[in-house]
């Protein structure tokens, strides 16, 4: 397979036959010349599916579930769950502090603020609030509250989040199909009545916790561009230049895991029930057209698990702060923004709606755009946030115009170029740990997970280059890790 090359930074892949719109290819060629058979494969399986209308391939782009994970996926006729995956709304967000970087040069006070936060905020797969004593309990009352509304009022002030920190979520509260929260109860009792969770309690033991594999909590300390223009943009987003922030990237956890699955089942028994074919013959291509009850019921679980994860990310960053606090008393901070980048979402691409699908995508609009208007940015546009490794940092970027082209969307990070059990073979653990020494930072791993190194994952200067030399985004600010919050338990997307 042939990718076009049509500008430094965006080329395209046509299909077969050349059978309708190509698929759009974000990436210089260092990135081009580096995407997998598999993954491209699955971009064309993905845009010849039923109803799909664009596929947009980013920089970060690897073999995924059905879809690509880095891809971009359109439809106003179907609903697709493989192109959400099973960690459903998968997010970033990020915390500023007022806290000079000065105040923590000291390894003493970094290794404090990590077992403070540990105390907080479990990671690993299966761990929750039982196994961290400083967590907030979450009973079975509040947890039905907090996933069928997400971060209302009476949410965030029951668990001690800022109400206000709603404001500057891309989505604090999701509804169901029919835009009501009686929909999202009523089905939640649907769930829980016919056995699909029988573990709800210890499910929702786990809001306020990171879980396993690519997620993270990172302490950064913020660097502001010089560009007058982003400077403005920082002082909106509320980024302060050489303070502390704090990064979180973590999603659903089991919950999400749990209802994703529970759909992929639901749909694999109605295609064989209808005898439809699988497209391209792959069951995770599975779908459902909208208005049927399978995409009501679809969009309502990914409702639910999407609302947990709002809540997931906020409760961690409360609990991150306080953590901050007892540590170094009277520090102050505030809510950036959260994104997310494992989700479905009815917008407008090309003048008309339709569900974007983004799966390991993030959404990107630039300022002036009707969707951000009554927000606080919609003069300056939405804060991306943009993990790449602690060792080249993370940024937060803003979308241009260009953005448009790829139906208002980035890649949501840098994306692996190694498989886990190929990382596991082919780095070597002590450089790695050499890697962090001689960068001054800390985690709280005795080692830092070697399928997790920075050298499993693309690079993400030439990934950063890609975005921005296809006229996509910018870069308002850049992260440099000081100490990572890790565990070496499986992924959960």
């Known amino acids: 397979m042939t990718i076009h090359k049509t500008d430094e930074a965006l080329g395209f892949l046509p299909l077969p036959n050349d059978a309708g719109k190509p698929i759009t290819v974000v990436g210089t060629d260092a990135i081009r010349d580096n995407f997998d058979e598999m993954c491209l494969q699955q971009a064309l399986n993905s845009r010849m599916a039923p109803g799909v209308t664009d596929v947009v391939l980013n920089p970060d782009g690897h073999a995924g579930y059905g879809a690509p994970i880095g ?50 905020t479990p990671t690993g797969a299966g761990r929750g609030q039982r196994t961290a004593r400083k967590s907030r309990r979450v009973d079975r009352d509040l947890g039905v509250l907090a996933v069928t509304e997400g971060a209302t009022a009476r949410v965030c002030e029951a668990l001690g989040i800022p109400p206000e920190w709603a404001d500057r979520c891309e989505d604090s509260s999701h509804r169901g199909h029919d835009g009501s929260y009686d929909t999202l109860r009523s089905r939640l009792e649907f769930i829980l009545e016919q056995g699909r969770i029988r573990n709800f309690a210890d499910k929702i033991g786990q809001l306020g916790s990171y879980g396993g594999g690519n997620h993270f909590g990172e302490c950064e300390i913020t660097r502001v561009t010089d560009r007058p223009s982003m400077r403005r943009n920082a002082e909106v987003f509320g980024l302060k230049d050489g303070h502390v922030s704090f990064l979180s990237h973590c999603g659903s956890r089991g919950f999400g895991n749990l209802l994703a699955t529970g759909q992929f089942k639901d749909l694999e028994r109605k295609f064989e029930t209808w005898n439809t074919p699988y497209p391209a013959g792959d069951k995770k291509l599975v779908y459902a057209p909208l208005g049927t009850p399978e995409a009501d019921a679809y969009i309502d679980d990914m409702s639910l698990g999407a609302n947990f994860a709002t ?24 809510l950036v923004y959260f994104i997310s980048h494992n989700i ?55 979308a241009k115009s260009g953005a448009e082209r790829t139906a208002w969307s980035v890649n949501h990070g840098a994306g692996r170029q190694m498989g886990r059990k190929h990382a596991a073979r082919t780095l070597d653990q002590k450089a790695v740990d050499a890697e962090f020494d001689a960068s001054d930072i800390l985690s709280n791993c005795r080692q830092y997970p070697i399928d997790e190194a920075p050298d499993a994952y693309k690079n993400f200067p030439e990934v950063l280059r890609s975005v921005e030399s296809a006229g996509l985004a910018e870069t308002v600010a850049k992260l440099q890790a000081r100490f990572v919050i890790k565990d070496s338990a499986a992924a959960d997307d």
Request: glycine share 10%; aromatic share 4%; with cysteine.
């Open 71 to 120: 891809c971009v996926m359109v439809s106003p006729t179907h609903i697709y769950p493989g192109p959400v995956g099973v960690d459903i709304k998968c997010s970033m967000s990020l915390l500023q502090m007022d806290i000079p970087e000065d105040a923590i040069v000291d390894k003493k006070t970094r290794r404090a603020l990590i077992n403070a936060i540990v105390e907080r």
């Open 344 to 398: 479905a979402r009815e917008e407008v691409v090309d003048g008309k709606k339709a569900w974007v699908h983004r799966k390991g995508a993030t959404r990107a609009i630039p300022g002036g755009h009707f969707s951000l208007a009554g927000t606080p940015f919609a003069e300056s546009g939405h804060p991306i946030l943009l993990p790449g490794n602690p060792r080249d940092g993370s940024v937060v970027m803003v």
């Open 311 to 334: 809540v997931n990310h906020l409760l961690i960053n409360a609990l991150v702060l306080e953590a901050f606090q007892e540590i170094l008393p009277g520090a102050t901070g505030k």
